[in-house]
């Protein structure tokens, strides 16, 4: 987790947090082999969250088009 941390100026206490929220949301997978974490991105999760999204903005885009249309008339 060391490794993980350097780049950031957090503290080793608020990564570890990080990652445990990140951890219960699905995002990340942990494994101890020893002393050592290994962490993995689960990346369905945020595909899933990507294509929700996309979905919602293309149909409030033709919403809104509609409604300027409909104003400049």
């Known amino acids: 987790m060391i490794e993980l941390a350097k780049p950031?100026?957090?503290s080793l206490v608020a990564i570890s947090k990080h990652l445990k929220v990140l951890e219960k949301a699905g995002l990340i997978l942990r494994?101890?082999?020893?002393?050592?974490?290994y962490f993995?991105?689960?990346?369905?999760?945020?595909?899933?969250a990507?294509?929700?999204i996309s979905t919602h903005k293309k149909f409030w885009n033709f919403q809104l088009d509609a409604l300027d249309e409909?104003?400049?008339s």
């Open 31 to 37: 494994k101890k082999e020893g002393r050592m974490y």
């Open 70 to 72: 409909y104003l400049k």
């Open 50 to 52: 990507e294509e929700w």
């Open 8 to 10: 950031f100026k957090s």
């Open 40 to 48: 993995q991105a689960i990346a369905k999760p945020i595909n899933d």
